[in-house]
């Protein structure tokens, strides 16, 4: 299983972002798909995710500035960002809990990042 994130570049703040990420290979079902951030010298941080039946949770931090979308058919998963803060720049990592076969646990896969700058 692969996933690829694009998407990131450089936002002057309050503009917006659009991030999209695809899953590819071999597997069963796809539950959760979603976005962590880390920020230089911080830890990895939940920004949003959204689960198979359309729920979706976000981080405080993004919520009312953030949504998440997810096409199944597609496997893929997007990250809209409105009203850039500096504080939003990260790498952008997308993730998917992924059920390699029938009645078998769901491992964790993650993409290569995303690095998103918000600067003037």
């Known amino acids: 299983v692969q996933l690829q994130a694009s998407g990131g570049g450089l936002v002057q703040p309050g503009g917006s972002l659009r991030l999209s990420c695809a899953a590819s290979?071999?597997?069963?079902?796809?539950?959760?798909m979603g976005w962590y951030r880390q920020a230089p010298g911080k830890q990895r941080e939940f920004v949003a995710t959204?689960?198979?039946?359309?729920?979706?949770n976000y981080a405080d931090s993004v919520k009312g500035r953030a949504t998440i979308s997810r096409d199944n058919a597609k496997n893929t998963v997007t990250l809209q960002m409105n009203t850039l803060k500096p504080e939003d720049t990260a790498v952008y990592y997308c993730?998917?809990?992924?059920?390699?076969?029938?009645?078998?646990?769901?491992?964790?896969?993650w993409g290569q990042g995303t690095l998103v700058t918000v600067s003037s």
């Open positions: 993730y998917a809990d992924v059920q390699g076969g029938r009645g078998l646990v769901p491992v964790d896969y």
């Open positions: 290979g071999s597997f069963y079902s796809i539950s959760a």
């Open positions: 959204t689960i198979t039946g359309g729920g979706a």
